[in-house]
């Protein structure tokens, strides 16, 4: 009798469940065949970004119902390979994560092919040259958002006769965001001799490094027009750097960053940055929707970009009060 009872709730609890399911994930309309367990391994957590990022990946987790291992590379590419292969001896259905950098990690995916667990790459991604390693890389063009800021640079100054002097602060060594930030902009300000890049270096995508390396860029080189970060963290740092060494931010030197974060976005409303190129921490949805498929076996695009924007000053005014990150 109590076992009737207990079955027929559990079978109006588990009915619930699937709905919600499929209302939240939108994952269409298929009845969902229980639990899914993703091994997510992050980065870290260096920058605003990171921090939406992680928050989207674990709400995203729950609404759609996957049971999510998470664990912090704390940016150091051994634990992150650790990781992995934790997940793949705990036989995780499906493991994702974020490269630290993008070299490295062959022979572990190789392991996770052998267990026959399927990888998704999210937010960054890796050189192999065996695709099959992976199912899906899912994230920003980061080429193309370093050829806006060099897009808006270059419209920016194009009634300046005088040479502009440049200085870029990279993200992490070896990262595909700081690789191909770096390329997408030099591509773009290459077409005028006059745009040069006078110091380049990495801040690893932190504030506290932003801030360093700037003072050191200010005491070396006394003519700077314009800063180029590879994300909002390394400019709010620099921004610090710039105001104390007596210059005012967004006049003495124009700021482009990246990310689009509410800090960063603050100081553009206010003037200290000039433009920010967006990009979007939020993956969480889509990830939990292309690792569902991926343990089905379903067919799923090799590469999935994110929409992304860019803001001025005034367009960061207008969208700061409903800014979710
Ligand atoms: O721009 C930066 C973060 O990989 C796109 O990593 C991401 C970058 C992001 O630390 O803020």
Redesign the pocket.
């Known amino acids: 009798m109590f076992k009737r009872i207990s079955a027929l709730l559990l079978a109006g609890a588990v009915t619930m469940t699937m709905a919600g399911c499929g209302g939240d994930g939108g994952s269409g309309g298929s009845a969902d065949d229980g639990k899914i367990t993703m091994g997510f391994s992050q980065?870290g957590a260096?920058?605003?970004?990171?921090t939406a990022n992680t928050k989207s990946v674990q709400d995203s987790a729950k609404s759609a119902g996957v049971d999510l291992k998470f664990s912090d590379a704390q940016q150091k590419q051994e634990n992150q390979i650790k990781a992995i292969r934790s997940y793949i001896q705990q036989k995780v259905d499906v493991i994702a994560f974020?490269p630290v950098v993008e070299s490295g990690w062959d022979t572990v995916l190789k392991e996770a092919q052998s267990a026959k667990i399927p990888v998704i790459l999210t937010?960054?991604a890796v050189d192999s040259a065996d695709t099959s390693l992976y199912k899906t890389f899912l994230?920003?063009d980061?080429v193309e958002e370093g050829r806006k800021a060099g897009t808006w640079l270059t419209e920016a100054f194009k009634d300046s006769k005088d040479p502009v002097n440049i200085v870029e602060l990279q993200?992490?060594t070896g990262?595909?965001?700081a690789n191909d930030r770096k390329a997408g902009f030099a591509e773009v300000i290459g077409a005028d001799p006059k745009f040069k890049v006078i110091a380049s270096q990495t801040g690893d995508?932190t504030r506290a490094k932003g801030k360093e390396v700037m003072e050191a860029f200010l005491k070396a080189n006394p003519d700077i027009d314009v800063l180029y970060a590879?994300?909002?963290?390394m400019g709010l740092g620099a921004i610090e750097a710039i105001e104390g060494a007596g210059k005012v931010p967004g006049k003495d030197i124009k700021i482009i960053t990246?990310?689009a974060v509410k800090d960063g976005m603050q100081a553009l409303a206010d003037g200290k940055i000039s433009y920010i190129v967006e990009?979007s921490?939020l993956l969480g949805p889509q990830l939990m929707d292309l690792a569902k498929k991926a343990v089905k076996g379903e067919q799923i695009p090799a590469r999935v970009v994110t929409e992304e924007t860019t803001f001025t000053q005034e367009q960061a005014k207008e969208a700061l009060p409903s800014r979710q990150y």
Do not use: L
């Open positions: 980065v260096e920058s605003g970004w990171r974020s937010d960054r994230g920003s980061f993200g992490t990262s595909a965001p995508f590879h994300n909002d963290d990246i990310d990009c921490p």
